[in-house]
């Protein structure tokens, strides 16, 4: 079975508090520089950890992932020029 799962862009204050952000998900990547974390949570679960993440004070911004809701099947636009050609030869 094949849990539906969101990520979360976490920003914070200090390093130090990256131990502390582990146990709200599944912690994909740590940015030292910028200062974020990136994790992952099952969307029943979204809110609450949402919630509870905006709530530490160590916490400056919580950013959620739209990547769930962008649709990704794509439809072709190119011409098949095969195709094409069969269709103007007049067989």
Do not use: C
């Amino acid at each position: 079975m094949i849990v539906k799962r969101q990520g979360l862009i976490v920003w914070f204050n200090q390093m130090k508090h990256v131990k502390h952000i582990k146990k709200f998900g599944h912690m994909i990547h740590v940015s030292k520089k910028l200062k974020y974390a990136i994790i992952y949570v099952d969307q029943n679960q979204f809110d609450d950890t949402y919630q509870s993440l905006l709530k530490l004070p160590f916490i400056t911004k919580v950013e959620p992932s739209y990547k769930p809701f962008i649709k990704t099947e794509f439809e072709s636009k190119i011409v098949d020029k095969a195709k094409e050609y069969d269709y103007k030869m007049g067989i």
